[in-house]
């Protein structure tokens, strides 16, 4: 027992000392690792269009850098554009054009910062810790990441015809002002634009409203493709016309009737593949009012009983029927009145008559509008 104490000590010695060189080791200092500097990724779905002088550009600012980390190191996004023939690369834009608009963006929301909850402590310094953070943070004046933006840029006269195309691209910067990936390019043309058209004919029916305007005449260049988008003037939005029209004529399903309708054109030069359109052209409007009937029930059957005859007939297609009205005369008199006081709903009606009577019946439907059906085609019957 005792040799093998002895011969464990040193043991034990050894493994003191050796833990006594490693916690050394652990504090040691060494150099200063380099600052974390993350660069936003490229902003998306860049698309312009230019109507008239003005060019609409629209851009989703990046959410997250370029290492895939998310939120980004965002500040704000610029916008740069360069006058050029194309084809023209996002590196060429950004180097030799100019900035034709800056994005600012709101900073992201602190993820440990939580919503307040309903029977909150108001009196917690949890919740006055909270307070005081928002406090603190800069008033929001720009867009939040991973949102849409607009811009609009000019067109001077000058400018227009000086070159072929105007291509656009976008970066974001980070708070060491360091840019990030840059976006795709996209192009418009700086041909003149197409004549303003006139103002747009509005006519409509039971199922559509129809927009029609004079065509458009080409200019000297062969090489142009002419087409047409429809707009509302009321609202900011994309034009009606998923894709350019080449027919002077649109035609919009969206009936709804005592519903405003306004509708303007405006006239789109195509030229190797890139697109200008013409200034909007004065809006039409049209109230659109249900004065169509619905078309005469068919079908119509009779079947005799003692003292009644009964009525069937088809049901209506109208999608805003109110019902049917039922007419009868029974002989010696020809001319047919109404027999229910109000539209019936049902296909069915059983009329109570003196026994050998012989009666003549039509149908007649009629719409939520009060608009009425002609009558449909007569039939007869004596009841038994």
Same mark, same amino acid.
């Given at each position: 027992?005792?040799?093998?104490?002895?011969?464990?000590?040193?043991?034990?010695?050894?493994?003191?000392?050796?833990?006594?060189?490693?916690?050394?080791?652990?504090?040691?200092?060494?150099?200063?690792?380099?600052?974390?500097?993350?660069?936003?990724?490229?902003?998306? &779905?860049?698309?312009?269009?230019?109507?008239?002088?003005?060019?609409?550009?629209?851009?989703?600012?990046?959410?997250?850098?370029?290492?895939?980390?998310?939120?980004?190191?965002?500040?704000?996004?610029?916008?740069?554009?360069?006058?050029?023939?194309?084809?023209?690369?996002?590196?060429?834009?950004?180097?030799?054009?100019?900035?034709?608009?800056?994005?600012?963006?709101?900073?992201?929301?602190?993820?440990?910062?939580?919503?307040?909850?309903?029977?909150?402590?108001?009196?917690?310094?949890?919740?006055?810790?909270?307070?005081?953070?928002?406090?603190?943070?800069?008033?929001?004046?720009?867009?939040?990441?991973?949102?849409?933006?607009?811009?609009?840029?000019?067109?001077?006269?000058?400018?227009?015809?000086?070159?072929?195309?105007?291509?656009?691209?976008?970066?974001?910067?980070?708070?060491?002002?360091?840019?990030?990936?840059?976006?795709?390019?996209?192009?418009?043309?700086?041909?003149? &634009?197409?004549?303003?058209?006139?103002?747009?004919?509005? &006519?409509?029916?039971?199922?559509?409203?129809?927009?029609?305007?004079?065509?458009?005449?080409?200019?000297?260049?062969?090489?142009?493709?002419?087409?047409?988008?429809?707009?509302?003037?009321?609202?900011?939005?994309?034009?009606?016309?998923?894709?350019?029209?080449?027919?002077?004529?649109?035609?919009?399903?969206?009936?709804?009737?005592?519903?405003?309708?306004?509708?303007?054109?405006?006239?789109?030069?195509?030229?190797?593949?890139?697109?200008?359109?013409?200034?909007?052209?004065? &809006?039409?409007?049209?109230?659109?009012?249900?004065?169509?009937?619905?078309?005469?029930?068919?079908?119509?059957?009779?079947?005799?009983?003692?003292?009644?005859?009964?009525?069937?007939?088809?049901?209506?297609?109208?999608?805003?029927?109110?019902?049917?009205?039922?007419?009868?005369?029974?002989?010696?008199?020809?001319?047919?009145?109404?027999?229910?006081?109000?539209?019936?709903?049902?296909?069915?009606?059983?009329?109570?008559?003196?026994?050998?009577?012989?009666?003549?019946?039509?149908?007649?439907?009629?719409?939520?509008?009060?608009?009425?059906?002609?009558?449909?085609?007569?039939?007869?019957?004596?009841?038994?």
């Amino acid at each position: 027992m005792r040799r093998s104490a002895a011969i464990s000590l040193p043991v034990c010695a050894g493994l003191v000392v050796s833990a006594a060189a490693l916690c050394v080791a652990c504090g040691k200092k060494g150099p200063p690792l380099p600052p974390l500097n993350q660069l936003p990724a490229a902003p998306t &779905a860049l698309v312009a269009e230019r109507r008239g002088s003005t060019v609409d550009v629209r851009l989703i600012v990046p959410a997250t850098n370029t290492d895939g980390t998310r939120p980004a190191d965002l500040t704000r996004v610029d916008v740069y554009a360069l006058s050029a023939a194309p084809p023209v690369t996002p590196d060429e834009v950004f180097r030799h054009g100019r900035k034709v608009a800056t994005i600012l963006v709101n900073p992201p929301r602190d993820p440990d910062e939580s919503p307040d909850e309903p029977g909150d402590d108001r009196g917690s310094d949890e919740k006055r810790s909270r307070d005081a953070k928002r406090r603190s943070r800069p008033e929001a004046q720009g867009v939040d990441q991973g949102t849409g933006a607009q811009l609009h840029d000019r067109i001077d006269a000058a400018e227009a015809g000086s070159a072929p195309a105007r291509t656009y691209v976008g970066v974001g910067f980070n708070k060491r002002g360091r840019r990030g990936a840059l976006s795709t390019a996209t192009a418009v043309s700086l041909l003149e &634009a197409p004549p303003r058209p006139s103002t747009p004919t509005v &006519a409509y029916d039971e199922t559509s409203i129809t927009v029609t305007w004079p065509e458009a005449v080409p200019d000297t260049d062969a090489e142009q493709t002419l087409a047409y988008h429809v707009y509302e003037p009321k609202t900011t939005g994309a034009p009606l016309t998923e894709r350019a029209v080449t027919e002077p004529r649109f035609v919009d399903k969206r009936i709804e009737w005592g519903a405003e309708r306004c509708y303007a054109v405006r006239t789109v030069k195509i030229v190797a593949g890139l697109s200008v359109e013409s200034d909007l052209s004065e &809006a039409a409007c049209v109230t659109p009012a249900d004065t169509f009937p619905p078309a005469a029930p068919t079908g119509l059957t009779a079947v005799a009983s003692p003292g009644a005859i009964s009525l069937l007939w088809d049901a209506s297609t109208a999608t805003d029927l109110a019902g049917y009205v039922v007419f009868r005369a029974i002989a010696p008199a020809t001319s047919l009145t109404p027999v229910t006081p109000s539209p019936i709903q049902e296909t069915t009606f059983t009329d109570q008559v003196m026994p050998g009577a012989h009666a003549t019946y039509a149908v007649q439907a009629m719409d939520k509008s009060g608009n009425a059906s002609p009558l449909s085609s007569p039939i007869q019957e004596t009841a038994r």
